[in-house]
Every structure is written in structure tokens, then in C-alpha cells.
């Protein structure tokens, strides 16, 4: 599975915030898995893509799109199949909208207007990709736009949100405070609980410890920093909940078996590499996103 990942506005997706909405284009045949934290939209431009999570299973065509809600373990595999994959920062989007939503959004098993509007939206912020930076106000009103368009027209309805289970309240609690100075004892007494039972219940629920998960995360969102900005060291440790550069280095370097600048330095130049080979790729879908906004019968504004 060939994949190129859009590194807008200077980050690996359109920023808005931190990064509420990233997106990367994927063309080939090899089945890749995923479990993103956010919300997963997928519409297949070309060939057939299949959708595996669990005893599901779909198959998208030409134009069809679907909605996958945060942390389902998923796979994706298809025919000579072009598909872009949006996923939007369940962080950054309960800083929009406060509630928890479900969402319900798959063309393969209904079909309405709605579903015409929401690929233009997303046809419209692949489309502004290529654009120059002028561009750039106009591109956060469409993703503020779309988000507003998934939650009127594709939550669940008529059914009451269970309440979260405790485990993912916690794991929400730990991905929203990452940056800041977070320990295990301010964590387990804001869950009103001894800091060796919480220590016990979160390796119980996860298979690793409350600093292993922090750790991970802040390395996640550290990486992309590293690969998508120019910032010095210090500054990508400390946006990260890192205390200093030093502690960074030293975390970074056990973890990945490189230094911070030793990594940044090889996978850039990795991934410059691979965005100027597959730049057809990209050239395709757009053109392809093109000619279906040209089409007779488009939707010509999103309401």
C-alpha cells in the first residue's frame, strides 16, 4: 500500500489549533491496519476498498464513503483501490463540541443528499491542499463547517450516550493533559483514588504502566514535531510535557535507538523522498476530485 501523507500548513495534515484534521492519500492493493483515536472518514475515489473491524465487513466503491468512531481496530485492503483517509483530532474536537457523539455515516447501506454534500467538503479541503497560503482561512471554515455538517447529519439519534467507561475516561483525562506536568499521583487523586490502585487498575486495563502510556503519547505527537516543523529541540520537548531537552533525548534515543536530530534529519529526507515519488498519486486525486466537482448534478453548496 503505497502511502503519502499531506504534510499541510507545515504539519502532517491542515492544522487547525494543534491538529484537528490530517489526512493522507493511499493508493495500492496491500491491507494496512489501524486504530486511530479520532474520527476516521474514508471516501474511496477509485477501485474497491474493504473494510474489516471485527465480524464487519464492507466494501466501498467509486464515490462511496464511511465514518469509522474513535478507537475501533480496523483494516483496510482493496483493488487497485485510491482512497483518502481524514482523521479528525478527538482532542481538538471535544474543545468544539463537549459531548461524546456516535456517529453513523456509510453510503454502502444508505444513500441521501447528505452524503453528496459531505464529499464535497472533503473534495473541497483536498482541493485547497494545492492552493497557496491566502488559502488558509478559508480551508479552517470548511473543516469547522464539516464538523458541524458530521454532528447535525450523522450522529446516532433517539439513543441516550452510555456513559464511558472508566478506563476511557481515564485514557481521555491522560490525552488531554499530556503536555502539562502530569504525574501519577495528580492523575489517581483526580480520579479519587490511591495512587497504587490506580497504578494497578490502569496496568489491569491497558498492559502497561501510567508513565509508559504518557510517555507514549508524548512521543507520538513529539515525532510529528520533529517531522513536520522546524522547531528546536527544547521546544518540541517542552510543547510535549517533556521537562527539559535532556530528559527528551534521553527518553527518544532508548525508545527509537536515534537521537531526536539524528531521526529528524534521516526521516525527513525519507519522507521528502517518498512525497516526490508519489506526487502522481496525489496529481490523480486530485484530478479525480476535480472532474466529479465538474459533474452534473454535484452538490454545489454544502448547507
Not at 167 to 180: G, K, L, P, R, S
Not at 256 to 263: A, D, E, N
Amino acid at each position: 500500500m503505497m502511502l503519502l501523507i499531506l504534510a499541510a500548513k507545515g504539519r502532517g495534515g491542515i492544522l487547525v489549533g494543534r491538529e484537528l484534521l490530517k489526512f493522507e492519500i493511499l493508493h495500492g492493493s496491500d491491507p494496512i491496519k489501524r486504530c486511530d483515536r479520532g474520527i476516521t472518514l474514508l471516501p474511496c475515489l477509485d477501485g474497491g476498498l474493504t473494510f474489516k473491524a471485527g465480524d464487519e465487513l464492507t466494501t466501498l466503491g467509486p464515490d462511496d464513503i464511511l465514518l469509522i468512531n474513535p478507537k475501533t481496530a480496523y483494516s483496510l485492503g482493496g483493488t487497485d483501490c485510491l482512497f483518502v483517509r481524514y482523521v479528525i483530532d478527538i482532542r481538538e474536537f471535544r474543545k468544539v463540541f463537549l459531548r461524546r457523539y456516535r456517529f453513523q455515516c456509510d453510503s454502502t447501506k444508505e444513500s441521501n443528499d447528505n452524503y453528496g454534500i459531505l464529499r464535497r467538503y472533503l473534495a473541497n479541503l483536498l482541493l485547497h491542499y494545492e492552493g497557496g497560503e491566502y488559502e488558509q482561512a478559508e480551508t479552517q471554515k470548511l473543516i469547522y463547517e464539516l464538523l458541524i455538517f458530521l454532528v447535525r447529519n450523522f450522529t446516532l439519534s433517539g439513543m441516550v450516550p452510555e456513559p464511558p467507561e472508566k478506563i476511557d475516561t481515564v485514557i481521555d483525562c491522560i490525552d488531554d493533559n499530556f503536555q502539562d506536568a502530569l504525574s501519577l499521583e495528580i492523575i489517581s487523586a483526580h480520579f479519587y483514588m490511591a495512587s497504587p490502585s490506580f497504578s494497578r487498575f490502569l496496568k489491569k486495563q491497558m498492559g502497561i504502566t501510567f508513565y509508559q502510556y504518557l510517555s507514549k503519547i508524548r512521543l507520538e505527537y513529539a515525532v510529528e514535531d520533529l517531522l513536520y516543523t522546524n522547531k528546536n529541540l527544547l521546544h518540541v520537548a517542552l510543547d510535549n510535557g517533556f521537562p527539559n531537552a535532556e530528559s527528551f533525548s534521553r527518553y527518544f534515543s532508548e525508545s527509537f535507538r536515534l537521537s531526536p536530530h539524528k531521526y529528524r534529519v534521516q526521516y525527513k529526507a525519507a519522507h521528502k523522498a517518498r512525497l516526490e515519488q508519489q506526487q502522481a498519486t496525489l496529481s490523480a486525486a486530485i484530478a479525480h476530485l476535480s472532474q466529479k466537482q465538474e459533474q452534473p448534478g454535484s452538490p454545489r453548496q454544502a448547507v
